[in-house]
């Protein structure tokens, strides 16, 4: 179990990957800036990002400028959809366009941010050409989104095992089939959405089990996740929420707590089914 901020999980090809992170989606503009640099000063190393959310370009000067050695920050971006479905060239070359967005020497992790039928191995493919055996401008390479068929039928073909699958992931919606899968095949599970949007604040259960440790809603959901084995990226721009959802190492939830959460599984989505993609 991770004991720290500083805490990382080694992916399937070696790279070591923080356990916790700061999601960045709808934050653009001096917004995601300074929200990024309050989270490298709160501690955070992990930095999730992607084309479709319009920030690259804020995100990668907040990670610039922070002083902070870039071997010490690890930053992810995705492809999106419309140039997965333009096909291989269209990934490559979006690809680049996200590295001089964000104007870095380098990502760490690059993710097919959906599994669109028909398409994704193309952008698979793509992908395995940029990481280039762990010799490309990328160090790991990973799917979002991605449920067992898509995976079962990735593997199938793919040359490069994904090192991660990002996706929604809560009390509400628990996946614990995907979740053993990614398990069983190396995969590392991270969440998005974490918190429900911020619908986690009121949930009883939640606010009970916070009680008797002394800590939030939010904090008992962040660290139910990192109990189960997904990395944790939740999303704000508030500098006091950034630094409360960051304290969640120094405590345990009991086998009885996290029962308790694991049984609030409604498998409810707060985000588009992964099976019916139409953006």
């Known amino acids: 179990m991770p004991k720290s901020l500083a805490a990382t999980t080694t992916l399937?090809?070696?790279?070591?990957?923080?356990?916790?992170?700061?999601?960045?989606?709808?934050?653009?503009?001096?917004?995601?800036?300074?929200?990024?640099?309050?989270?490298?000063?709160v501690g955070y190393r992990h930095i999730d990002t992607a084309m479709i959310y319009n920030n690259e370009t804020d995100?990668?000067?907040?990670?610039?400028?922070?002083?902070?050695p870039r071997r010490e920050i690890f930053v992810t971006t995705k492809a999106w959809n419309s140039?997965?479905?333009?096909?291989?060239?269209?990934?490559?070359?979006?690809?680049?366009?996200s590295m001089g967005?964000?104007?870095?020497?380098?990502?760490?992790?690059?993710?097919?941010?959906w599994a669109l039928p028909g398409t994704y191995k193309d952008a698979w493919r793509a992908l395995e050409k940029i990481?280039?055996?762990?010799?490309?401008?990328?160090?790991?390479?990973?799917?979002?989104?991605?449920?067992?068929?898509?995976?079962?039928?990735?593997?199938?073909?793919?040359?490069?095992?994904p090192a991660v699958n990002q996706v929604e992931f809560h009390p509400w919606l628990r996946q614990q089939p995907l979740l053993d899968f990614c398990v069983k095949h190396k995969i590392q599970h991270e969440a998005w959405s974490p918190l429900i949007q911020g619908k986690v604040k009121d949930i009883p259960e939640l606010k009970t089990i916070g009680a008797?440790?002394?800590?939030?809603?939010e904090q008992i959901a962040l660290r139910w996740g990192l109990q189960k084995g997904s990395v944790m990226i939740p999303k704000s721009t508030n500098k006091e929420r950034?630094?409360?959802?960051?304290?969640?190492?120094?405590?345990?939830?009991?086998?009885?707590?996290?029962?308790?959460i694991d049984a609030l599984d409604k498998n409810k989505r707060v985000g588009a089914d992964p099976f019916n993609v139409t953006f």
Do not use: C
Not at 13 to 33: C, D, E, H, I, Y
Not at 59 to 68: D, F, L, Y
Not at 83 to 97: M, N, P, W
């Open 242 to 260: 950034l630094t409360s959802n960051a304290a969640i190492f120094d405590f345990e939830l009991s086998a009885a707590e996290m029962a308790q």
């Open 83 to 97: 140039d997965q479905r333009l096909g291989y060239d269209a990934v490559l070359k979006a690809f680049d366009a």
């Open 131 to 161: 990481y280039g055996d762990g010799k490309g401008p990328v160090k790991a390479i990973g799917v979002s989104n991605f449920m067992i068929p898509h995976l079962e039928d990735l593997l199938k073909t793919a040359k490069v095992v």
């Open 212 to 217: 008797a440790h002394k800590k939030s809603p």
């Open 101 to 113: 967005r964000l104007n870095i020497e380098y990502v760490d992790l690059y993710l097919v941010h």
């Open 12 to 41: 399937n090809n070696g790279v070591k990957m923080p356990w916790f992170g700061l999601g960045t989606w709808q934050a653009t503009g001096s917004g995601v800036r300074d929200a990024v640099t309050w989270a490298l000063e």
């Open 59 to 68: 995100v990668g000067h907040a990670v610039r400028e922070s002083g902070i």
